[in-house]
């Protein structure tokens, strides 16, 4: 399997982020208004499309990179995963008991907060192992 350059993976997920920026502006604000189910269940669903194509992409660059960089990935995304999980544990608690009031919509962000603290964890284990420009 070939790897996948550094400059094509980034401009395939800009096209990507590009289109799901697109539905969201476009498509997201009529989910709650739409009138039949089948279109409110479109709207909604939608933008998870370009999500999945780049999880799908950066499944691929991982599996065609080295041992040392699919290390480097497996690491960020395990403490990824722990950061994520400890706070949506301490945020379940603290609305279990009442403490805190939070909406449904808070889901929409265990993702993004997920690639935030991806990206943080990988960065800092890509410099740790002297990569330069920690690409």
């Known amino acids: ?33 739409a009138s039949s189910l089948p279109l409110k269940i479109g709207c909604a669903l939608l933008p998870t499309l370009p999500i999945l194509a780049l999880l799908w992409l950066m499944a691929k660059r991982v599996m065609r990179s080295d041992e040392l960089e699919q ?36 889901l929409i962000w265990i993702f993004p907060a997920l690639c935030a603290s991806y990206g943080a964890t990988r960065w800092l284990l890509a410099r740790r192992y002297g990569a330069v420009g920690c690409e």
């Not at 399997?1 to 997201?28: E, F, N």
């Not at 690491?75 to 990824?80: D, F, N």
């Open 71 to 106: 290390r480097v990935h497996l690491v960020a995304l395990s403490v990824a995963t722990g950061i994520v999980c400890a706070l949506s544990l301490l945020a379940g608690f603290l609305c279990a008991a009442g403490i805190v009031v939070l909406d449904g919509d808070i």
């Open 1 to 33: 399997m070939p790897r996948i350059t550094h400059t094509d993976y980034r401009r395939q997920m800009i096209v990507l982020m590009c289109v799901y920026v697109a539905t969201m502006l476009l498509l997201w604000p009529h989910a709650r208004t």
